[in-house]
């Protein structure tokens, strides 16, 4: 099974800076990456899929990158609505489809 | 509008069986592979079926092999799964998600709000 190990596991950051969360994993997914947002309360919705390509819908300021085995969320000019918990997800090698351990943003 | 609608959670103890459903609305749901993922506190997000959309291919997760089964019905535009022999460590929510795909890439998109599953004696 391919591992997906998200880091940080946490972060508290001000509204307006710009945030980057690395999803690493344990071999190559290509770019069968996925990204996911997660608010208390509520499932888990889409933000970036194949990597880099934002879902319609999506703010501009959320972007996606890289390929194999390592990846990054960057969020710019962060609001407090992006206060979540985010996801990374790979679908390269089924089954099983695995999923990191998620990372919690916090606005200051 | 593009919806999924779970239901059929709730409280059962160990050793016992519950079977979840997923009503889709808004899409022509045969045409879709379906999955059930669930969230618990000790796990995050874990996958735990799939099916495709004709239900020649169905997968598990290994925690579950043997005692959850992934079913659906086109005509009704539903999706189910059946849980038996339930465990405490089966206790979560339980999302229904569709398979959408894109130049070969998949992802899940939408989810349903979710339905609570409470394994406790």
């Known amino acids: 099974d391919i591992q997906m190990t998200q880091s940080p596991s946490s972060l508290s950051v001000s509204v307006g800076d710009r945030v980057t969360i690395t999803c690493r994993a344990s071999q190559t997914v290509s770019n069968y990456l996925n990204w996911y947002q997660q608010k208390p309360g509520k499932a888990p919705k889409v933000l970036i899929s194949a990597a880099s390509n934002l879902q319609s819908g999506v703010p501009s300021r959320f972007s996606g990158s890289g390929s194999g085995t390592d990846f990054t969320l960057t969020i710019s000019n962060l609001q407090p609505e992006d206060s979540a918990t985010y996801y990374c997800q790979q679908t390269y090698s089924t089954p099983p489809i695995t999923f990191g351990q998620g990372t919690r943003l916090e606005i200051k | 509008d593009v919806q999924l609608e779970e239901s059929g959670g709730g409280l059962v103890k160990p050793g016992g069986s519950l079977r979840l459903s997923c009503a889709a609305s808004g899409f022509i749901f045969s045409n879709y592979g379906m999955n059930w993922v669930r969230q618990t506190p000790g796990k995050g997000l874990e996958w735990v079926s799939s099916?495709?959309?004709?239900?020649?291919?169905?997968y598990y997760a290994d925690s579950v092999k043997g005692r959850f089964t992934i079913s659906r019905d086109n005509n009704n535009n539903s999706l189910f799964l059946h849980m038996n022999n339930l465990r405490l460590d089966d206790t979560g929510i339980y999302y229904c998600?569709?398979?959408?795909?894109?130049?070969?890439?998949?992802?899940?998109?939408?989810w349903g709000q979710g339905t609570l599953v409470t394994v406790s004696s």
């Open positions: 099916i495709s959309s004709g239900r020649s291919y169905i």
């Open positions: 998600a569709r398979l959408s795909l894109a130049r070969g890439v998949s992802w899940f998109d939408p």
